[in-house]
């Protein structure tokens, strides 16, 4: 049976994917042009150098269109979750990058690495981490995020989204409500949190809040169950979480994208055709489904199936779709039109006196 069209393309603009290769597929490319697809996620698969990383930004781009712009998303964080290659900017992890420079720096040093990002058609960087690295043991935070104290995590994690967007490129604050004291990888696992809701408000999620105070534009959920908040449902899937503590609570008026539906502590446990509606009814605008355009188009079908049939998950669906799009036409891809403004900006004047003045800071504070 033929999809309704009209939620073909409602339920297609919810969905960011992922692929192989530097050059797009065809297939891809169709999608963004049919509106099945809101954007792409891209990964160091995807930008072996600037040149290959700009041509696959612009032909994304063209194929979404000008009224509908597409999320060109990327992890960018500093240190080991760095996916495009040098010679662009590559931080030192945020955990070192926090103890060592102030916060005008990292203002400045976030403002860097959009420059580049913005420079190559990258219009969104999921980055900052707001998780507070509270448990030596995690085998997925640890020095991705900005410290151990709650303050100092929301402090740094304000000053680097808003480097970011200062600069023209979406940021998206991770892993809500919280994935610091964890002690197994989502990517493989689910884990579960335990603590009781004043510890969460203590630990947890003050960086959160200040993100959403400081007006930043995503967030991302993570795959974890917290015990306090919806016992027994993954944070990503549980409308407590994402709608009533995020939206109802703080008062987050951002763009809510789900982590990966392909990591193991929800594909292990939830077929996609029930985990993506049930991110979409839970309050997730925007879901990622990273390696698999299979998977991406039974996301999508799944979405148009619950969509024609529920008249109230239809509206959420319209919801979601026009809040992804009201941030991604206030800040759509504009690549460099050339090789010589890209060569101006990627590893340019502004990217080497941060690093120069982080060195610095180094130097310094070695010799205390």
């Known amino acids: 049976m033929r999809l309704d069209l009209e939620l073909?393309?409602?339920?297609?603009?919810?969905?960011?994917?992922?692929?192989?290769?530097?050059?797009?597929?065809?297939?891809?490319?169709?999608?963004?042009?049919?509106?099945?697809?809101?954007?792409?996620?891209?990964?160091?698969?995807?930008?072996?150098?600037?040149?290959?990383?700009?041509?696959?930004?612009?032909?994304?781009?063209?194929?979404?269109?000008?009224?509908?712009?597409?999320?060109?998303?990327?992890?960018?964080?500093?240190?080991?979750?760095?996916?495009?290659?040098?010679?662009?900017?590559?931080?030192?992890?945020?955990?070192?990058?926090?103890?060592?420079?102030?916060?005008?720096?990292?203002?400045?040093?976030?403002?860097a690495v959009a420059a580049e990002l913005r420079a190559v058609g990258v219009n969104l960087n999921f980055a900052p981490v707001l998780d507070v690295d509270s448990n030596p043991a995690n085998p997925i935070i640890g020095d991705r995020a900005f410290g151990r104290e709650p303050g100092a995590v929301a402090q740094r994690g304000v000053a680097f989204l808003e480097g970011l967007q200062e600069e023209g490129v979406l940021a998206c604050g991770k892993h809500f409500p919280g994935h610091g004291d964890t002690e197994l990888d989502s990517h493989l696992a689910l884990p579960t949190i335990a603590h009781d809701r004043g510890r969460l408000e203590r630990i947890e999620l003050p960086p959160f809040r200040a993100a959403s105070g400081a007006g930043v534009a995503s967030l991302m959920t993570a795959h974890i169950v917290v015990e306090a908040l919806d016992p027994g449902v993954p944070a990503t899937l549980s409308r407590a979480v994402c709608t009533g503590l995020l939206r109802d609570e703080i008062g987050f008026q951002g763009v809510l994208f789900s982590d990966c539906l392909q990591m193991a502590a929800i594909a292990a446990n939830y077929p996609i055709e029930e985990a993506a509606p049930a991110a979409i009814e839970a309050g997730c605008d925007v879901l990622l489904v990273c390696h698999d355009e299979e998977v991406q188009d039974r996301a999508q079908e799944a979405l148009v199936r619950k969509a024609e049939r529920d008249p109230r998950f239809r509206e959420r669906c319209a919801e979601a779709a026009a809040r992804g799009l009201r941030a991604r036409r206030g800040c759509p891809p504009r690549p460099c039109a050339s090789a010589a403004a890209l060569a101006e900006v990627v590893d340019g004047a502004a990217s080497r006196a941060v690093l120069a003045d982080i060195e610095q800071a180094r130097a310094a504070g070695a010799a205390t």
């Not at 597929?25 to 697809?37: S, T």
């Not at 600037?50 to 063209?62: Q, S, V």
């Not at 009224?67 to 945020?94: C, H, K, N, S, Y």
């Open 8 to 111: 073909e393309v409602l339920c297609g603009q919810l969905i960011v994917g992922g692929f192989d290769g530097a050059e797009p597929p065809a297939r891809y490319l169709r999608a963004l042009a049919e509106g099945r697809r809101g954007g792409a996620i891209l990964f160091r698969r995807n930008a072996p150098d600037i040149a290959a990383t700009a041509r696959l930004c612009r032909a994304l781009a063209e194929a979404a269109g000008p009224e509908r712009p597409p999320f060109l998303g990327i992890d960018q964080e500093g240190g080991r979750v760095t996916r495009l290659p040098a010679p662009f900017l590559t931080l030192p992890p945020m955990r070192s990058l926090g103890d060592l420079v102030d916060l005008p720096l990292l203002r400045r040093a976030a403002r």
